[in-house]
């Protein structure tokens, strides 16, 4: 699944593309992706302008000038490309998975590609967004004044559960996902195994920044591609050239002179790779 970073970087390609134009056409080929498709969903967007394109978590949020919000979720295997008018050589945008396309007043088309069909796409009043069900139980986003050492440590004093787990939870910090929990964790020299509580107070404050720079750096190398991502030009990510530890079990730890290899164990049905010599 996408995360942060993925979507930060699909957000910041799609912006300069559908702000200030209008939704000229929208075709819809489904009637449901994850949820169904809100009523007349077409309809409702068609003649409607892009005000701004915002991401919350791994969601993309794309004002309209009705007051009404279109949020998209990518899912396992959804992919939002951008292409030229087909007189410009632009692809047709009629694959078997192109489940949605909008078509810009300027022609260029927008298409949302979902092969599992986890993502969504559903409208909602802007006012009505943060109690929506969908963001109401949202924490900070990591990248934010409101994720810091204090605030991480209250969010994890008496969880028993990893803290690999925990920081997955979207209700402590939005965003991670398993790729860069595993990557922040190991530039932290925390352990996964480590309970969430045990975290809390200094190790928390070391963590924090970790996060951020961990994020940072893959939005700016466009995310990682693993399976189907990728950005809205359709290029691939490459941040996946740097993971020190994800999806490298077997491997030498990097900047590590233990004589262990990088690790994996499976929590909550998930893989976590880690070292075991440079993680306590």
Same mark, same amino acid.
């Given at each position: ?5 993925? %979507?930060?970087? %699909? ?10 134009? %209008? ?190 720079? %961990? ?66």
């Amino acid at each position: 699944m996408p995360e942060l970073p993925e %979507v930060e970087t %699909v957000c910041r390609g799609l912006a300069p593309t559908v702000e200030g134009r %209008v939704f000229a056409d929208v075709v819809q080929r489904r009637k449901t992706l994850r949820i169904p498709l809100p009523e007349n969903f077409a309809g409702r967007l068609k003649g409607r302008r892009v005000l701004s394109v915002r991401r919350r978590a791994k969601y993309l949020l794309l004002h309209l000038d009705n007051g009404e919000v279109l949020v998209i979720h990518l899912g396992m295997s959804g992919r939002i490309t951008i292409l030229e008018p087909p007189d410009q050589g632009g692809e047709s945008g009629n694959g078997k998975h192109d489940h949605v396309v909008f078509q810009m007043d300027d022609n260029v088309r927008v298409v949302f590609t979902d092969p599992r069909r986890f993502g969504l796409m559903t409208l909602i009043g802007e006012e009505a967004l943060a109690s929506h069900p969908l963001f109401c139980h949202l924490g900070p986003e990591p990248l934010g004044n409101d994720f810091n050492g204090d605030m991480l440590s209250d969010a994890l004093r008496g969880r028993r559960s990893p803290i690999k787990t925990t920081l997955l939870d979207q209700k402590v910090v939005v965003g991670l996902g398993n790729i860069y929990v595993c990557e922040a964790l190991y530039r932290a020299g925390i352990s996964p195994r480590r309970t969430a509580a045990s975290v809390a107070g200094k190790r928390a404050e070391r963590l924090v920044p970790h996060i951020r720079d %961990v994020l940072s750096e893959a939005i700016e190398a466009g995310g990682s591609s693993l399976r189907d991502y990728k950005g809205a030009d359709g290029e691939l990510g490459y941040f996946q050239n740097a993971h020190a530890v994800y999806g490298r079990e077997g491997e030498p730890c990097p900047g590590c002179d233990c004589d262990r290899a990088v690790q994996r164990i499976v929590q909550s049905n998930r893989s976590t790779f880690f070292c075991s010599a440079r993680q306590r």
